[in-house]
């Protein structure tokens, strides 16, 4: 069982920053890929980020790529998405997600927070 705890969202103006963490616990072996998925009101869960921890490789997605950034402490099991030059588009709720492996599809995460709102105003 892995407990996935979000946290750092809130409302930012264009261009401010936030940094989101996500705070892992449990079993370690069905978390080795954490992932950042961002939901907009109507519109589908898209990948954000993911780092697969036992190698710290990450991926960003194309329209945060740049402003986004995903990293790991290992000392205190928790993981966070630096946002920069937010955007209005960025708004959103935040989950961070786990599984064994890294996948692009939301589905293969069997693990999820409850998620953290992130508004950009204009």
């Known amino acids: 069982q892995v407990r996935l705890q979000e946290s750092g969202g809130g409302s930012v103006q264009a261009g401010g920053s936030l940094r989101l963490s996500c705070a892992v616990s449990g079993s370690t072996g069905s978390s080795d890929c954490i992932a950042w998925f961002r939901q907009a009101p109507g519109k589908q869960r898209d990948g954000v980020a993911r780092i697969y921890t036992p190698f710290s490789t990450t991926w960003t997605a194309d329209s945060v790529k740049g402003r986004f950034t995903i990293s790991r402490d290992n000392a205190k099991n928790t993981v966070f998405l630096q946002m920069n030059s937010l955007q209005p588009l960025d708004t959103a709720m935040y989950y961070c997600?786990?599984?064994?492996?890294?996948?692009?599809?939301?589905?293969?995460?069997?693990?999820w927070g409850q998620g953290t709102q992130v508004t950009v105003s204009s």
């Open positions: 997600a786990a599984a064994t492996a890294c996948f692009m599809e939301s589905q293969h995460y069997n693990y």
